[in-house]
């Protein structure tokens, strides 16, 4: 029986609702549960964990299930859940908050190509200014990706020219630079 | 012989349209008694009630048929328009050939057929009519409000301010109902006594109410307009007159530890005791089944503690005071006896409601009603408005309020809702958070139902403001480990099972009517549902009218209320009663039964079947002043003219004037078959 203790002991860690509306300045518990979020999610028939699930798992500070579940990774931040909410909930920037929650480690990490994914992805922005499919798509394999999948498909995409081989880089790499350092600087605090 | 006119009304293109009614109106000619038979476009028009008059006068008419519309949309019209010829106006009737023919019909010829036969009845019909009389009967100017909770207290003043005296009877020792007893109210959050204490005050001074606490009604005897009611005022063992009101004798009383019906059991009371200090009237009452005196007295022992006459200084304690029977003549009724909740444990005092001992009430003490959290949490209550739970006086740190108890529960017998729960549970979550800081209130509940003004927007403030959990679906079990009550339940949100720990449970219980509520209604003749609640006589269009006229009723005797719908309900029996005793004279259809007293054999089959008590017995006499008969008389002032009675007599001495044997038989024959 999957059974758990519900939230308000004072005496531990802030509970995730208080957390999320710590970090959004939305409150969780101003859900209904109305499901439209849900209903206009591209991705919904996708996941197991859908906007409306994310939203009430936060309000019953349910830490754990959110952590074992893809629903989060998969959000293509369309934002289609927020424009839809009637109560002004903010479900895709609840996620936001939730998935900078696990990529800091500390309570549950993403899965494993997930992660090798995005950090893949922002390695190219830092060193090119854009994104250079070739590097982001040997270094996703490498760091942990799925080594042999739509391999076939690379020699079409490669005679139609639709893959570089070389990287190109943006004008401003300077400013490039500079975002990357605020942010880090950024999470760096606590 | 009959001198009958008929006139066909097209209604426009409403029966026209479907109908020949010219073809109806020449049919109708060769009626045997019908003199005059015309159409005309539309009937109910001036001109077209011009026609009607000037034939009654010009051909001598002795009836009149109008086949038009619905008997319920235009026979007063054409009644008055008779009247105005100086015909009787129940020589007038009306044949529907509008509702029961054109309207849902569609083939033309067929529908014509079956007009004229419907004209043809009623012409049979008027030709068997006589003149009828409207009833006139006078009025009592005074009303009756049994009941002193919000919706009595309510509807006593309307209609006193209304210039019209009120005997308000109360059960209790004092007046206030539940209301007094709640903490604040929603959706606003104002204390219930502050509201509610200015109006109690307001109805004790006021020079046109008559208040009989700690009475109750014995018998009801009369109609509409002219109720005879007994009034037993139960005796409290204190003179009203001498008594001031001091408390003097609740302080000496020695039996201390009764548990206080106001505080729902939480806390204690005297057996002389006033049940709360703003009660209205502020009298001791001796509660003789808990008095020394008495309960000696009962076991022929002789009278030991007399402690609180010798504290009185006025000499007001009087143990040898009896009930007193009163009789007042009253006009109108209001029943406003209000509710109580269902009591959850294992014994209902009714066959067919069964308690949860799945959520052990009665052997948790910990799991409490929300009349009793009202109590918690009430500033003049037995904590002092401090949340501590009865079993050690702890503030509860988790709290779980349970919703739908009883209520939506057809296995348990009450498959209604009880309207009020989700809001007071709001309340109740919100008022918990208010006053622990620390601590947090779980709801479980199964919708959430706020229709009200303010109800939504509150029930969301308990949940997005203050922190109130709320969990989908209900709890299938309690049970107590250590000090700790753990509950099993369901979060159909998540789709999980849900095990919980909790310092206290309040149960949001059923609302049902108050106990002796069917003894009351047979009283009074006036039905009630299969829970008890009183019936109202139309659910939409005669919400605050019973089936028995000059019976009204408001509150939660008639299905569960909150405040502002029970003092909504109260001022509209004000004004239907205030509207009644406009007129110092009542008339009434003379549309009543009527008994052929030379062949009534005194059965009384009809007094059996006589749903308004509308028959009574009535003694023959001879010259010499001996009965030598019982027959039964039906009185006009009360009988409703259904013709139950009239179907049932076996030796058809009784009739309803203008629905007679005769007539019916009349229209049957016209159809030919």
Redesign the interface.
Known sequence: ????????D?SGPEPLAARVQRMTGL?P??CY?CGKCSAGCPMAAETTLRPH?VM??V??N?LD?LADADGLWLCLTCETCTSRCPNGCDPARTMDALREIFAAGKDGKPPKAISAFHKSFLNQVRNHGRLFEMGLIMSYKLGGGPMFADVTTTPSVLARGKLGLAPHNVKGMDEVRRIFAACAEEEAQP | MARIGVFVCHCGENIGRTVDCHGVAEACKDVPGVVHSVDYKYMCSDPGQQMVKNAIAEKGLTGVVVAACSPHMHEKTFRRATAGAGLNPFLCEMANVREHCSWIHEDREKATVKAVDITKTIIEKVKRNVPLNTIRIPVTRRALVIGGGIAGIQAALDIADGGREVILVEKGPSIGGHMSQLSETFPTLDCSQCILTPRMVEVYQHPRIKLYAYSEVESVEGYIGNFKVTVRRKARSVDEDKCNGCGACTQVCPNKKIPSEFDCGLGKRTAIYVPFPQAVPNLPTVDRNKCLLFMNRAKGRPDTCKKCADACAKGAIDFDQQDRLVTEDVGAIVVATGYQLYTIGKDQPKDNLKGYGEYGYGTIPDVIDGLQFERLASASGPTSGKILRPSDGKEPKRIVFLQCIGSRDPQKGMEYCSKICCMYVAKHTMLYHHKVHDGQATVFYMDIRAAGKGYEEFSRRAIEEEGAQYIRGRVSRMWREGDVIKILGFDTLEGEPIEMDADMVVLATAMRPQPGIDALAQKLSVSYDQHGFINEAHPKLRPVETNTAGIFVAGACQAPRDIPDAVAMASATASKVLGLFANEMLEREPTVACVNEANCAGCFHCERVCAYGAVEHKDIKDRAGNVVRVIAYVNPGVCQGCGTCQATCPSKSVELQGFTDEQIWGEIQALGV
């Open positions: 029986m999957g059974s758990h203790e519900h939230s308000h004072h409150n518990a101003c549960q699930d009430r798992l309000a019953r349910r299930k």
